[in-house]
């Protein structure tokens, strides 16, 4: 007597983890997404550099914040949801993949990423606490 040969059976979990596997794909990359930011319009002077005469960032037409940052930072990520989230005007340029970015970071002897300027403030890193008291000492918190 002959024995049918069974079919192998398609396992469902394959299919749900190619999905998953997808779904984590996009998430991550729009997690690395740069932010060449809508407020960047071509280059700005960096506060307290040769040719800022104000002395101040916040000029007309001119971003409140400049932050040089980079595209893995997690720093970063945190600096513009706390930026969005207060509905300051920022400009943010990505120290690596941006050409603008890449020579303001050269400019101020940048080491490390986020460095955020706020009008007369450089700051190194990203601490809500401190960009906050600088927001509020030049008035825009």
């Known amino acids: 007597m002959a024995t049918k040969a069974s079919k192998p059976s398609r396992k469902p979990l394959s299919g749900l983890a190619i999905f998953a596997v997808l779904i984590l794909l996009i998430i991550v990359q729009a997690q690395r997404m740069s ?22 960032l916040n000029t007309e037409g001119a971003p409140d914040v400049l932050m040089l ?6 720093a970063c990520k945190a600096a ?7 509905n300051i005007n920022y400009c943010e340029y990505d120290m690596e993949t941006n050409a603008i970015g890449a020579k303001l970071y050269k ?8 460095i955020l300027f706020i009008d007369q403030h ?20």
Do not use: M
């Not at 513009?80 to 207060?86: E, G, P, Q, S, V």
């Not at 400019?107 to 986020?114: M, T």
């Open 35 to 56: 932010v060449e930011h809508t407020y960047c319009e071509g280059e700005v002077t960096v506060p307290g550099q040769q040719g800022n005469k104000a002395g101040r």
């Open 69 to 74: 940052g980079a595209v893995w930072c997690p």
């Open 80 to 86: 513009i949801r706390f930026l969005d989230k207060n």
């Open 107 to 114: 400019e101020v002897n940048g080491r490390g990423v986020p």
């Open 122 to 141: 450089r700051i190194h890193g990203f601490s809500e606490a401190t960009v906050t008291r600088a927001l509020q000492d030049t008035g825009l918190l």
